[in-house]
Every structure is written in structure tokens, then in C-alpha cells.
């Protein structure tokens, strides 16, 4: 293929294809050809079945992307499971197929995926942090040190200097922000700081950002939780956090984490619709974001929701064993 978008397609052992935005397709290698019979210039809705568009347009819809199981509707005219994951791409992204029996694969690519998107994550935030905050604050410094020195008399150009020196000062703090969002420091120093210390970040932090009150209810001995295992947990309850803000409609939520045996189990509780809203991703789309997760531990993801009445959602995994 002569397209741009299509370079690297040919190069994965899957069905792959690039997607644009607006639901088109925008290129295909020859096994998704083959076994969606799809085309440039397609829809991309048009490869399941009418019942499985939903969890298809979840997927494409979910932030850094997601996977569903799905019916395709494809070249045979006939319908065959499916899974199908998407990776995050910016304007586009690359949506990949896979028989509903090579459960492995997928996932693989999933984590994969997520594994490689959150180093460059790691990589971004230090660069941001180190280089571009250390430039401007040294910028800042500079133009302070300058001040006493210019002239009252000319006061168009001190005020011009003081607007340079609030305005260094101002990127400064947007260069931080982005930083600790995108790799927040905490993540670096789970082992020190322990899990408890790790909820109380992200519960503050989701209420700063959105302003949901969020109450922690931690009864934890960190030294039974490892750093590997507290970072997972970490990203399970902000993705839970994240569902209610967008579609629970909820006033509160609460995060209860303790030691329960030979598991850590950790809850996200709130006190919204306890539905998913029309248009939103289903909620296998998040589960299933939350499940990889733990599942390198055998941990597992209930959720429990009724209408009117709230979700809860019980993640458990399973720890090591502590030595006598």
C-alpha cells in the first residue's frame, strides 16, 4: 500500500487495520481484507453485527483504546466470533482482530500496547520535569535577578520584564501539571511511600480535577502489598474513578482497600445511576482494562451495579505469600 497510514500493517501477525476518527477506514493489510472483507473508504461499524456495534464504537471510544468481543459480519456472510482491540493512535487508530480462541493474542497485545504507551509516558514526564521546567525556571530566576537593576524611569520596559518573569512563572506550573499527570511522581516511589499513601494520591487528585468528593477507607499493612501490585491498583481505582466521573451522574464515591487474607481487595463504591449512559462504552470495555490489570497475580474484577442504586466494583489480588 503506497498510504502512509497503512506502514507497519503488513509487518503485525494480525488482521490490522487503521481507522480514522469518524468511524472510516482508512487502510487494511491483507489478513483483515481477508477476513472482514473491508476497504479503504468503509465503515468501520459495518464488520459486526448490528448488536455488536455498540461494544465496537466502546472500544474505538475508550481512552487509549480497549478491546470487546464482537460478532464479525465479514467477507463469509456469515457471523464469527471475534475480538477486537484498538490502540491508541491519535487521529487514527489501529484496530486488530483476532479469532475469539486466540484469547492469547490479544491480550498480549493489549498489554503490549499499554506497556509501551506508559514507558513513553515515564519518558515524556521526566523530560518535561528535567529539561523543559528546569529551562524555565531558570529563565524565571534570571528575569527576577534582572529587575533591581532597570531604571524607574523606565517603567514601560520594567513592567514588560515583570509580565516575561509571572508569565515564565505561569508555564512553569503548566509544564508541571502535564508532567504529574502524565506520570505521576508517586508512581515512582511506590516501594517507599506504600499503597495507602498511593490511594490518598489518586482519591485527592480525582477530586481536584473534577471535583467529585472521594472518602478513603483504607485499612492496609504496605508492607504485605509490593510495589508492582500497588501501582496496579493504583490504575484499576483511577479507572474506576474515571467511569463514575464520566457516567455514574454521582455525588460521592468511596475507596475501601484492606488485606483479606492471602489478598488485597480493594473497592471503588459510589452513589450514581448505577448504569451505564446511553453511548457509553459498555462497562466490559473498562473491566476488561481493569482485569489485565491483575490478572498477572490470578487477581479478578467484579462489578455490581443496580439502577439507582450505585456501583461497586471489587477487585482482588491475590498476594504473596508472607515469609514466617
Do not use: C
Request: no cysteine; charged share 30%; net charge neutral.
Amino acid at each position: 500500500m503506497s498510504d502512509d497510514a497503512s506502514v507497519g500493517l503488513h509487518a503485525l501477525p494480525l488482521a490490522a487495520a487503521t481507522v480514522g476518527r469518524d468511524g472510516v477506514v482508512v487502510a487494511v493489510n491483507d489478513a483483515f481484507g481477508r477476513r472482514t472483507g473491508a476497504r479503504p473508504g468503509d465503515a468501520v461499524a459495518a464488520l459486526v453485527v448490528v448488536e455488536d456495534r455498540a461494544a465496537l464504537a466502546g472500544v474505538l471510544a475508550a481512552d487509549g483504546g480497549g478491546v470487546a468481543r464482537v460478532r464479525l459480519a465479514g467477507a463469509s456472510g456469515e457471523a464469527v466470533d471475534a475480538h477486537v482491540a484498538a490502540a491508541d493512535g491519535g487521529a487514527r487508530r489501529v484496530v486488530v482482530i483476532t479469532p475469539a480462541s486466540d484469547g492469547d493474542t490479544w491480550r498480549r497485545l493489549v498489554r503490549d500496547e499499554r506497556a509501551v504507551r506508559e514507558e513513553e509516558q515515564k519518558r515524556i514526564s521526566r523530560e518535561l520535569h528535567d529539561q523543559l521546567g528546569a529551562d524555565l525556571s531558570l529563565l524565571r530566576m534570571e528575569l527576577a535577578r534582572v529587575l533591581p537593576h532597570l531604571r524607574w524611569t523606565r517603567r514601560d520596559v520594567r513592567g514588560t520584564v515583570e509580565r516575561m518573569r509571572d508569565h515564565a512563572g505561569g508555564l512553569l506550573e503548566t509544564v508541571r501539571r502535564i508532567s504529574r499527570e502524565l506520570r505521576p511522581a508517586v508512581l515512582d516511589h511506590v516501594e517507599e511511600v506504600g499503597l495507602r499513601a498511593v490511594l490518598e494520591f489518586v482519591a485527592a487528585d480525582v477530586h481536584r480535577r473534577t471535583g467529585l468528593p472521594v472518602h478513603l477507607d483504607a485499612e492496609l499493612d504496605d508492607r504485605r502489598v509490593d510495589a508492582a501490585r500497588a501501582e496496579a491498583a493504583y490504575h484499576v481505582v483511577r479507572e474506576a474513578l474515571t467511569n463514575v466521573v464520566r457516567h455514574a451522574e454521582a455525588t460521592r464515591a468511596v475507596v475501601a482497600a484492606r488485606i483479606a487474607g492471602e489478598a488485597l481487595v480493594v473497592q471503588v463504591m459510589d452513589d450514581g445511576r448505577g448504569a451505564v449512559a446511553d453511548g457509553a462504552p459498555p462497562v466490559g470495555v473498562g473491566r476488561l482494562a481493569m482485569h489485565e490489570r491483575v490478572a498477572p497475580w490470578g487477581g479478578d474484577v467484579v462489578v455490581e451495579a443496580a439502577p439507582g442504586a450505585g456501583t461497586t466494583v471489587t477487585v482482588r489480588i491475590p498476594l504473596a505469600r508472607a515469609v514466617p
